[in-house]
Nanobody, 124 residues
């Protein structure tokens, strides 16, 4: 069991930046890939970015490349999502999730553990 907790959401103006954090509160992420997804009101949950457990594999949804950056700090047991050049259409609840190794991290059904989400609102 992995208890996933997100933090760092908030309100930001268009063009601004925000960094989200994801931690496993009761164990490490060792052995798990970690992904970020987002869900806007009335829309499906969509893949944003993911990182393999050893950090060798990093994946982005195409429209996020160059604006969003995923990283991990094993010492802090934390995965970060740095979001830059934010747009109003980036407004959504952002979810962090953990999946066992050797999964296709782009797909939400591959993930076993999900956080409660953190709201990101980008004003125009």
């Amino acid at each position: 069991q992995v208890h996933v907790v997100e933090s760092g959401g908030g309100l930001v103006q268009a063009g601004g930046s925000l960094r989200l954090s994801c931690t496993a509160s009761d164990r490490t992420f060792r052995g798990y890939g970690v992904g970020w997804f987002r869900q806007a009101p009335g829309k499906e949950r969509k893949f944003v970015a993911a990182i393999s457990w050893n950090g060798d594999g990093i994946y982005y949804e195409d429209s996020m490349k160059g604006r969003f950056f995923i990283s991990k700090d094993n010492a802090q047991n934390t995965v970060y999502l740095q979001m830059t050049s934010l747009k109003p259409e980036d407004t959504a609840v952002y979810y962090c999730a953990a999946a066992a190794v050797n999964k296709d991290y782009r797909y939400s059904y591959e993930y076993d553990y999900w956080g409660q989400g953190t709201q990101v609102t980008v004003s125009s």
